[in-house]
Structure formats: structure tokens, C-alpha cells
């Protein structure tokens, strides 16, 4: 099992530095709207959908949403979708606390176009942004994603040798405050290293780097709260040894929105 993880952590690498660096940033939309579209198709199932042509339908309608948004985005549109994200985490935040609470699969599937919306205008808006030359493309979108990944490993090391109180064990079982702390504490290490390498101010930067870790425990809580109402171990199969592609989203889904916001205000070209 730990292989199959190794071996499936390293290929998504490759393709996402190939993505980020290789491929024509004007692609970059379309590529993401297709990973999304099978990120819809696995909420769907968290939703208690069924029918493949329920499924489908869900998934085309959550990606034509996306694309819709990301066409006729313009600065208050751009606020509105950041905005209803900042109002769903709440919400997602007492679903957490508030769990075993039964959670309906009408409010399961609406989740869906919150969470996956802002994160897909996230990308594009990170992908345009002009304030300085590292900022712009893949850039800062390597530089969020290693953000949060780092609140991952960070958790992932510090919860095995030292976690001992259970974080939400209703929901997740394994996740420990010390994992949560190790997380952040290594979230604010990278964006102090991002200050330096994207002449920006560490006051600034390192908070909302730190926030950005603890949201994105957030989203790993919502859908694993999900997955067990739809009695789930894993939203897909995609990756071995990891699940599908919302198991690999979820962190990501919640804390770009909140790191778009953060670099954004005043700075961005909305």
C-alpha cells in the first residue's frame, strides 16, 4: 500500500509540474475543467446519486458552471464567488463540529458547485496574475499547492510521533492536533521561504499561509464527513493507495480560494 501511495504521489507530481510548466498556460482552463468534471462525478456519489446518467448530468452541470463563471468573470463577480466560499467553509466548519448531525444529500450535492467553483476560478485568476514576474502562472500555483501540501505532510509527521488528542475522531479518526499544528507550523516555514522568493511581505504572507494550512484541514474534514454519510472509504479509485480525485482536492478545493483572496486584495487585476 505505502508503494502504490509513493508511485501514484509521484506520477500526479510529474503531470502537474508538466501542466504548470510545460504545457501552454491558455490550456490550463480547459485541462482543469476535465480533471473537475471527474471531481463532479465523485460528488456525485457522495451526494447518494445512483444513476450514471444522474451522475454525469451532476458533473457536466458542476464543470459548465465553472466555465461559465471563469467567461464572464469580471471584479465583483470575481468577490461574489470568493465571498459564497467563505460563507460555505463557515457552514462546512459547523457541519464538522456539529457531526454525527445528519447531513442531507440535497446540501451534500449543492457543497458541490460551492466548493469546486471558487477553487477552478482560483486556479485561472492565480494563472493571470500580473503583479510580479514569479507571481505570474505556475509560479504561484506550484507555490500555493506546496502550501498546502506542506500542512499535509507537516500533519501527516507530526501526528504519527506525537498526535495523542484526537482532532475530530467522529469524522476522521486519525487526525490529531498535533498533526493540525505541524501542519501550520510547516505552512508558515514555506511561507516565510515564498516571502523571500516572491519579494513579498513575510507579515503578510506567512498568516495567510497559515490560514491557508488550516482551511485546508477543513476541506479534508468536509469530505470525509461525506464520504462516511454515503458510507465511503474513498471518493474514487483513480489513485492507488490514495483514493479518488476529491480525496486528492479536498485540501486544495478549500484553501486556494481563501490564498487567492489573501495575494489578491489590492494586488490582483480585478
Keep these: 500500500m505505502l508503494i502504490a501511495r509513493i508511485i501514484s504521489a ?3 507530481v510529474i503531470v502537474i509540474l508538466l501542466l504548470l510548466f510545460v504545457m501552454p498556460a491558455a490550456y490550463l482552463s480547459y485541462v482543469v475543467a476535465v480533471v473537475f468534471l471527474g471531481a463532479g462525478w465523485e460528488w456525485s456519489a457522495l451526494a447518494r446519486m445512483h444513476r450514471a446518467p444522474i451522475r454525469l448530468a451532476f458533473a457536466l452541470g458542476v464543470v459548465a458552471l465553472c466555465l ?22 463557515l457552514a462546512a466548519f459547523v457541519l464538522v463540529i456539529r457531526y454525527p448531525l445528519r447531513v442531507p444529500a440535497a446540501l451534500v450535492a449543492l457543497g458541490a458547485p460551492l466548493t469546486l467553483v471558487p ?36 500533519g ?32 508558515a516555514v514555506i511561507g516565510g521561504v515564498g516571502s523571500v522568493l516572491f519579494d513579498f511581505p513575510a507579515t503578510r504572507l506567512v498568516p495567510l499561509c497559515i ?18 454519510e454515503a458510507g465511503l472509504k474513498d471518493s474514487g ?10 480525496d486528492r482536492l479536498d485540501s486544495i478545493s478549500a484553501g486556494l480560494p481563501l490564498f487567492v483572496a489573501g495575494v489578491a486584495i489590492g494586488h490582483g487585476p480585478w
Design 10 to 12: 509521484v506520477i500526479a
Design 68 to 89: 461559465l463563471v471563469n467567461i464572464t468573470l469580471t471584479d465583483t463577480l470575481f468577490r461574489a464567488v470568493l465571498i459564497a466560499a467563505g460563507l460555505w467553509w
Design 211 to 228: 490560514a491557508t494550512g488550516a482551511i485546508s484541514v477543513l476541506g479534508d474534514l468536509l469530505i470525509s464527513l461525506f464520504k462516511r
Design 156 to 187: 501527516y509527521f507530526a501526528g504519527r510521533f506525537l498526535g495523542k488528542r484526537k482532532l475530530a475522531v467522529k469524522v476522521s479518526p486519525n487526525k490529531t492536533w498535533a498533526g493540525v499544528f505541524g501542519g501550520l507550523a510547516l505552512s
Design 237 to 246: 479509485v483513480l489513485f492507488p493507495g490514495h483514493g479518488g480525485l476529491l
Design 119 to 154: 477553487a477552478y476560478i482560483g486556479i485561472t485568476a492565480l494563472a493571470r496574475f500580473p503583479v510580479h514576474e514569479l507571481y505570474a502562472g505556475s509560479g504561484l500555483l506550484l507555490f500555493v499547492l506546496v502550501v498546502i501540501w506542506g500542512a499535509d505532510v507537516g
